[in-house]
């Protein structure tokens, strides 16, 4: 049967995930993962050849002597690539090991036990759910995820998996860790747009007040990678992205007109632009397409920590990148107009960003 004569006939099950379909021992990709010719990872975007290592900055180098050096690195990475590798900085070995290993874990219970948190509503602070968008989605992704909201961590901790058991110390802690590195960036990157020793508009204590979402994705293997794509590419919402990747090659960018393989660095996180930063930088930082590949031998495990204002708050371009060589190019957004966004529309792409511009 060819890819385009499996029609999809069990809407039910494909709602309960691609790690179930998996586990039932499933030999075919079903139509309703199946992309449009057009839309699929071609050879040659997946030949090893356009492996790319994206630029390091070394966190460590941020507090010494060639902290200028090192601002001059990240405004290029921002500015180029939209992605950079992070190195050096400084969130525990065991912090991180004992979250990945509790993700895995939460990953491996029995489907029963994951399904408690299985939902659809975009905006519950828990939610075990597939794909992107499972409501609006014409084609799933070969992905699952638990998405966390980390604050008020007061009201949102109760709804935290008590299964595995041991699984909430691990992500307070990873969480807590990845916030104060974000708040560490941030400062640099106000730096190198030139902003951090003046007025910044008050963005930095907005930050630091800011929302926080963990999302632990989940890509099984995949019995036909070369019919779907674990994500679709899409740029992401919130000011910096923070991930944590296993040493599996997954993630691409889209770079200089192409699709390339992102390189994993050991001991590093890659660290993305949001949508937000562009919005703020009034375009100078870029978010960037990104999306992931899926293989047929091996589980892929990766955690996303994605950080912005606190959800009822506007980030707009800061008012000292406006002048009038470099009018105000985006509108003001907040997470409800985001989520009204994607609940409505195709959320993948740029979309959400390009419906922001002024014309």
Known sequence: MSPAQRVG??????????????????QHVPGKY????????????????????????????????????????????????????LTNHGIPEEIINNMSDVSKRFFELPFADREKYMSSDMRSPVRYGTSFNQINDEVF????????????????????????IDFKEPGVAYAKATKLLFLSLVRAILESLGIRNRDDDGILEELENGSQILVINCYPPCP????????????????????LQDEIRG??????????????????????????LEIFSNGRYKSVLHRVLVNSNSYRISLASLHSLSFNRKVQPSSILISQSNPRRYEGTDFSSFLEFVESSDGTKKNFIESRKIQ
Not at 9 to 26: F, P, T
Not at 253 to 265: A, N
């Open 34 to 85: 199946i992309l449009p010719e057009n839309d699929r990872p071609n050879e040659k975007s997946r030949s090893p050849r356009l492996n790319l290592k994206l630029p390091e900055i070394d966190c460590a180098q941020l507090n010494g002597p060639n902290r200028d050096r090192v601002l001059a690195s990240l405004a290029y990475a921002c500015e180029n690539y939209g992605f950079f590798q």
């Open 251 to 276: 993630l691409q960018i889209h770079h200089r007109d192409q699709w390339v393989t992102v390189e994993p660095v050991p001991g590093s996180l890659v660290v993305n632009v949001g949508d937000h």
């Open 9 to 26: 006939s069990n809407e039910a099950e494909y709602q309960k995930g691609v790690k179930r379909l998996y586990e039932n021992g499933i």
């Open 224 to 243: 036909e990678p070369e019919l779907t794509v674990g994500m679709l590419p899409h740029s992401d919402y919130g000011f910096l992205t923070l991930l």
């Open 141 to 164: 992704c070969w992905r699952d995820f638990l998405k966390l909201v980390c604050d008020p961590q007061p009201d949102v901790l109760s709804h935290w998996p008590c299964a595995p």
